[in-house]
């Protein structure tokens, strides 16, 4: 089981940047990548990022293509480099950690829910982007 924690939230105004850490813990043995996700209130989970086992391979949601970039600084942690951040990003944000080398594509398509292998998760961190 994995243990894995979010920070680097914040409040900043439009047009700002921010970034997020994730360590992931607990999974020593193992390749896994790494997911971030974001959950606006009242709405499911959506996978918005995912890195492969190596950091060369990373996947995006159209909403933040072009703006966030994460990266893989060791086996453990990643970043999410959030630039020109908007309204609509203003939500809590988390990572997870799913065993295998790659990512699936769709993980940045839907919801969480439909990848239950990423089944531990941290108490996320609050993103609060104002005008």
């Known amino acids: 089981q994995a243990q894995v924690a979010e920070s680097g939230g914040g409040s900043v105004q439009v047009g700002g940047s921010l970034t997020l850490s994730c360590k992931v813990s607990?999974?020593?043995?193992?390749?896994?990548?790494i997911g971030w996700f974001r959950q606006a209130q009242g709405k499911e989970r959506e996978g918005i990022s995912c890195?492969?086992?190596?950091?060369?391979?990373v996947y995006y949601a159209d909403a933040v293509q072009g703006r966030f970039t994460m990266s893989r600084n060791t086996k453990n942690t990643a970043q999410l480099q959030m630039n020109d951040l908007k309204p609509e990003d203003t939500t809590s944000y988390y990572c997870?950690?799913?065993?295998?080398?790659?990512?699936?594509?769709?993980?940045?398509?839907?919801?969480?829910?439909?990848?239950?292998?990423?089944?531990?998760w941290g108490q996320g961190t609050q993103v609060i982007v104002s005008s």
């Open positions: 890195i492969n086992w190596s950091g060369s391979s």
């Open positions: 607990g999974l020593a043995d193992e390749d896994f990548v």
């Open positions: 997870a950690a799913d065993f295998g080398g790659t990512c699936d594509p769709a993980v940045v398509r839907t919801t969480a829910r439909r990848f239950p292998d990423y089944g531990d």
